[in-house]
């Protein structure tokens, strides 16, 4: 494949699945901006990898697993445990006003724990199976099956007091 029809298979792909990658983004990580920059390392990623992944036919999920790695790489950092100022004398900065893109089902899908949301992201918004799952997250499946009931409970419960 040469560098021409590489670069514009990559763009192909891009435009097809970026507004969708972003989505997934922001379920994970719930905050916009953050969404952007992992799907922009995501991306960046796959172009480097693109003729091995292209090739094989697996984009998506490749993309899939550096947005949720990059993410988990993200809470590791060490600047993300620290406090800033004085926690008697500085006061909480307001929350953001919610995104108009922000639904009720949103808003629910971030009051989960974090692992919770991710299960419920990758099971039933993305269609993943257990295994896959379980795979791209690290974990064994059983544990895929109990967040996912938990997550889905909250969920269901969050949503039901919403109407």
Known sequence: ????SRDLAFSEFVGARRTHLRRVAYAICGDWHRADDLVQTALVKLYVAWPRIHRDGHEEAYVRTIIVRANIDEHRRPWRREQLGLPDRDQQAPDPLPVEERSALFEALQALP???RKVVVLRHWLGLSVAETAQELRISQGTVKSHSSRGLEK???ALSLAE
């Open 155 to 157: 969920l269901h419960d």
């Open 1 to 4: 494949m040469n560098r021409e």
């Open 114 to 116: 974090t692992m919770q």
